[in-house]
């Protein structure tokens, strides 16, 4: 199975660099795992709502040209789908099995995701109504596909 997690912008601070190329070696014996990265678009201060959406826009496009066709796409959005750790493996699980060889999870900037890239998703995923800082989102989300894998294994996990 390959998982790409698609993201928009880059992972500035080097102790979230570090966490993430940490789940990166830890997953390498479950899965091919890839990491892409879309540039961000400043957001001004002051930005109106038209602005906003025109800046997700420019973004989503920019997630969705790197979109495989045959691709099962997961959208990170807020008013997603909750799972729970065992509840999220077991899709996992059951994606692979019914012959979805390729996941992309996509997590988007500080505005959120675009219309067209939600309306691709097979999937809207939420981790909590809070918002988080997306590049902390990579590390959370990294962290969860390693516990999936270890609970598909039958191996240990911290709870």
Request: no cysteine; glycine share 6%; net charge positive.
């Amino acid at each position: 199975m390959k998982i790409t997690v698609l993201a928009v912008g880059k992972v500035k601070e080097s102790f979230y660099r570090e966490a993430v190329m940490e789940f990166k070696k830890r997953l390498s014996r479950y899965v091919k795992l890839e990491i892409l990265e879309t540039p961000d678009e400043k957001t001004p201060d002051q930005a109106s709502m038209q602005d906003q959406v025109r800046i997700k826009e420019r973004e989503g496009e920019r997630l969705l040209k790197l979109l495989q066709e045959d691709a099962y796409v997961i959208a990170l959005a807020i008013e997603g789908k909750m799972y729970d750790s065992p509840e999220l493996a077991e899709k996992i699980r059951t994606l692979g099995v019914n012959g979805k060889s390729h996941i992309v999870f996509i997590i988007g900037g500080s505005l959120g995701l675009s219309d067209a890239v939600l309306k691709r998703a097979d999937l809207r995923l939420s981790f909590s109504k809070m918002t988080f800082p997306h590049q902390l989102m990579r590390v959370i989300l990294l962290e969860q596909i390693y516990r999936s894998f270890r609970i598909i294994s039958h191996e240990p996990y911290h709870k």
